[in-house]
């Protein structure tokens, strides 16, 4: 039986590509799966039992690796990390992003092993957009070192076109982390008096923070019975200050929740609890290009969708009348649209009803597993 071992320096082992979709897939399709995760079994998951987590690894026949750091040297880490990747002697190994794809790359000219670089970020434009030095370095590298992968998988089809612009020879397919609908099934509760708004994700300035708060605001000094739940963890404690600071500045700690990060499996529990779902990112560069997941798992919910006015946006969610675009930063705008979904409840469970029917129909990982293993048995070859 082949073997796949999956690489990831900064996810959780449980993060919903790698395992609820990736690892779940190839052990459904007869492959043995481990996940080596650099940062250890328990990254991003403080706030859930280990014990359910072993279980949930041993319920789907999936291999985490719990490796440890030490206090030794950040390269004398990273030695122990490849010295365990080498000692699974897979067939494939599965790196997520650049940092595991270049370890791969060292793997590569010590094993047989054949190597698939996963890509579901613009890099070197996350993390080195303000660091013009290191970005062209890490462009040149990116560039380069891609050309030694066995196959490339991109989440999207601009940073497909990027790579294959690097290199005509390395297999390269656009593989989207669609909502698996077996974890995504969740009928929607009765309504209740309550309107409920969810943003699902990192928690940051650029991707709506400070406006989802106001609008809350606003709401509560309107009269309207509306709350927000923010199901995810902040990106930084500078985030996490600035969100302390609003919610006591604009006097509503009843009228929001936070979730912190919680398993892929349970987000669909949370959302089934809203109404309505925020996706209101910046104008910046990497956040117009390609759509974020969190959209398709609000539509697999039957939520309508209240998103950044960016083309791909209002081409997917306008287009089939699943929400309505807005200009992100424009807080007047924004408070009108919610205010629309809010006092209207047929439209918005209509447009929440459209949604599903559209994920049901071709934004689901169903389709594009069938893509993921046809890719690996071409590989394999």
């Given at each position: ?25 190839f052990?459904?399709?007869g ?38 750091r ?14 365990c990747?080498l ?7 599965h ?19 054949r ?8 890099f ?24 030694i992968?066995?196959?490339i998988i ?6 497909a ?41 990192g ?23 509306f ?11 500078r ?7 609003l919610i ?19 987000v ?5 609890r ?10 910046l560069?990497?956040y ?27 081409e ?24 629309k979904?809010?006092s ?22 169903r389709v ?9 048995k071409q590989?394999?070859?």
């Amino acid at each position: 039986m082949a073997k796949i071992c999956i690489l990831t320096t900064d996810h959780s082992p449980f993060d919903d590509r790698i395992f609820y979709k990736q690892a779940r897939s190839f052990v459904r399709a007869g492959y043995g799966v481990v996940i080596l995760p650099y940062r250890g079994f328990g990254f991003k998951n403080e706030t859930v039992d280990s014990n359910r987590l072993l279980e949930i690894a041993r319920r789907e026949k999936i291999a985490i690796r719990d490796f440890k750091r030490t206090n030794l040297l950040g390269p004398l880490n990273l030695l122990r990390y490849l010295w365990c990747a080498l000692r699974e002697k897979p067939s494939f190994y599965h790196c997520h992003e650049s940092w595991s794809f270049y370890l791969g790359v060292l793997l590569k000219f010590f094993s047989s092993s054949r190597i698939i670089y996963d890509v579901h970020e613009f890099f070197p434009e996350i993390p080195f957009e303000r660091h013009k030095f290191l970005f062209k370095i890490f462009k040149f590298a990116d560039r380069n070192l891609a050309k030694i992968a066995d196959g490339i998988i991109c989440a999207d089809t601009e940073k497909a076109n990027r790579y294959k612009s690097y290199t005509n020879k390395v297999p390269i397919e656009v593989i989207g982390h669609y909502p698996p609908l077996d974890i995504f099934c969740y009928k929607k509760q009765k309504v209740g008096k309550v309107v409920t708004g969810i943003y699902s994700g990192g928690i940051s300035i650029d991707r709506g923070l400070e406006e989802m708060l106001y609008i809350v605001y606003k709401m509560k000094k309107m009269g309207e019975n509306f709350k927000l739940i923010l199901n995810g963890s902040f990106v930084s404690k500078r985030v996490k200050h600035r969100y302390e600071q609003l919610i006591k500045e604009y006097e509503i700690e009843e009228k929001v929740e936070y979730t912190g990060w919680v398993l892929h499996e349970d987000v669909p529990k949370i959302m089934n609890r809203a109404d309505l779902g925020f996706c209101l990112r910046h104008p910046l560069e990497r956040y117009v290009k390609a759509p974020p997941i969190k959209i398709f798992e609000y539509m697999a919910s039957s939520l309508p969708v209240v998103a950044s006015n960016f083309p791909f946006k209002k081409e997917l969610i306008e287009g089939n009348g699943v929400g309505i675009c807005v200009d992100p930063l424009n807080k007047a705008e924004i408070l009108k649209v919610v205010l629309k979904f809010v006092s209207n409840l047929q439209f918005r469970l209509a447009a929440g009803k459209k949604g599903r029917r559209v994920v049901e129909k071709m934004y689901n990982w169903r389709v594009y597993e069938k893509k993921l293993l046809s890719f690996y048995k071409q590989s394999a070859r």
